[in-house]
């Protein structure tokens, strides 16, 4: 009996020592979207765009608020990259692009261009000094940086998700492909490769509904949301090399060295693509309707969204920890972690929050 209750009482500490704890909620704006980190000479710093009220909040090293980027207030901001010490903000209302200086400590940040294009914008990247971006009306937008003039602009068959990019082409992931109404396809192409010059390379069959990509020096890996695959295209031929089967409306994926990590949503599983060895491991979550996994040193996390919590992966004795909220996105220092809530149920207002966890 005195067996049993150590091997118990062993069995409870282990668990609260893997637990994660609150630090602090935040309440921040409307419509928390993105959490991203800023590395320059400074330090890193990470900013947090609020679609709601159009504007970047900067946090220090230890998710600290410091100040907001206010000049993008009334573009309604879709989405932002970062890249050269640059913040790049894409504007759906405005169709404006905005242009900040980062190079310095956060207090020195600066306006440093804005540009119309008459385009309601979504997202972009960049190519050999050409800012590729994707319009809401089926359009791609080709703006040389040295003078920020539109190059070209290239009408798309249906509209686009993402778009990334390496020093010779865009790659476009058109994400509409399907007609869910009809049930057939509006277009058989899945991906577009086009060229800094404005010229379609190639056009690419892919599943139903491509949607995020990722990339190494070979490859690009296209997860297909509605068929629940991830699709492995060599960029030489830009040919489908091999295609693994994930689980329902696989997500967001997540790089980490070799292996790739995706969250599938609709069957509440998490998949391992081992690249180096071809094979595929899943995991169940014990959260509900998981969307993105963080890379946390050497732990994994999934937030999910039906249930509002974060869990590690893999892991037969973590408790999930109730975030009370609808976990969008997330980030990891050394010992903490920072989770973007969109919706924070405890609050009951239309604000988002901050929840920052102690490791």
């Known amino acids: 009996m005195k067996k049993l209750f150590w091997i118990f009482f062993l069995i409870v500490i282990s668990t609260n020592l893997l637990a994660l704890n609150a630090l602090s909620r935040q309440e921040l704006g409307l419509a928390p979207f993105k959490i991203e980190a800023v590395q320059n000479r400074h330090g890193t710093y990470y900013i947090v765009l609020l679609k709601g009220d159009s504007e970047i909040l900067v946090l220090d090293s230890e998710f600290n608020p410091m100040h907001f980027l206010k000049e993008t207030r009334n573009d309604g901001i879709n989405d932002?990259?970062?890249?050269?010490?640059r913040l790049y903000c894409f504007g759906f209302f405005s169709g404006r692009i905005i242009v900040f200086d980062i190079s310095g400590e956060p207090s020195k940040w600066k306006l440093e261009k804005k540009m119309s294009t008459e385009e309601r914008l979504i997202t972009g990247a960049i190519s050999n000094n050409i800012l590729g971006v994707l319009g809401m009306d089926s359009v791609f937008l080709l703006i040389d940086m040295k003078d920020f003039k539109i190059k070209s602009k290239i009408k798309l068959p249906v509209e686009a998700l993402s778009v990334i990019a390496d020093k010779d082409y865009f790659y476009v992931s058109l994400f509409y492909n399907y007609n869910l109404l009809e049930n057939n396809f509006d277009t058989k192409y899945g991906l577009l490769a086009i060229t800094p010059s404005g010229n379609i390379h190639k056009r690419v069959?892919?599943?139903?509904?491509?949607?995020?990509?990722?990339?190494d020096m070979n490859n690009l890996y296209v997860v297909n949301y509605l068929d629940g695959t991830l699709d492995v295209l060599s960029k030489g031929?830009?040919?489908?090399?091999?295609?693994?089967?994930?689980?329902?409306?696989?997500?967001?994926?997540?790089?980490?060295?070799?292996?790739?990590?995706?969250?599938?949503?609709?069957?509440?599983?998490?998949?391992?693509?081992?690249?180096?060895?071809?094979?595929?491991?899943?995991?169940?979550?014990?959260?509900?309707?998981?969307?993105?996994?963080?890379?946390?040193?050497?732990?994994?996390?999934?937030?999910s969204v039906a249930s509002g919590t974060i869990e590690e992966i893999n892991n037969p004795i973590s408790v999930p920890f109730k975030l009370q909220g609808y976990p969008i996105d997330a980030v990891?220092?050394?010992?903490?972690?920072?989770?973007?809530?969109?919706?924070?149920?405890?609050?009951?207002s239309?604000?988002?929050?901050?929840?920052t966890l102690k490791q």
């Not at 932002?80 to 010490?85: A, H, L, P, V, Y």
């Not at 069959?205 to 990339?215: E, N, V």
């Open 237 to 303: 031929k830009l040919e489908k090399e091999r295609e693994f089967k994930l689980g329902k409306l696989p997500n967001f994926p997540i790089m980490e060295g070799r292996n790739i990590w995706i969250a599938c949503t609709g069957s509440d599983e998490v998949y391992l693509i081992e690249l180096e060895k071809g094979t595929v491991k899943d995991f169940k979550t014990q959260g509900s309707a998981p969307l993105k996994v963080l890379i946390a040193g050497e732990k994994e996390y999934v937030l």
């Open 80 to 85: 932002c990259i970062i890249k050269d010490e």
């Open 332 to 348: 990891a220092n050394s010992d903490k972690i920072a989770v973007l809530l969109q919706e924070d149920w405890l609050s009951g």
């Open 350 to 355: 239309v604000l988002g929050s901050l929840v």
């Open 205 to 215: 069959s892919l599943g139903k509904r491509p949607s995020y990509m990722l990339q």
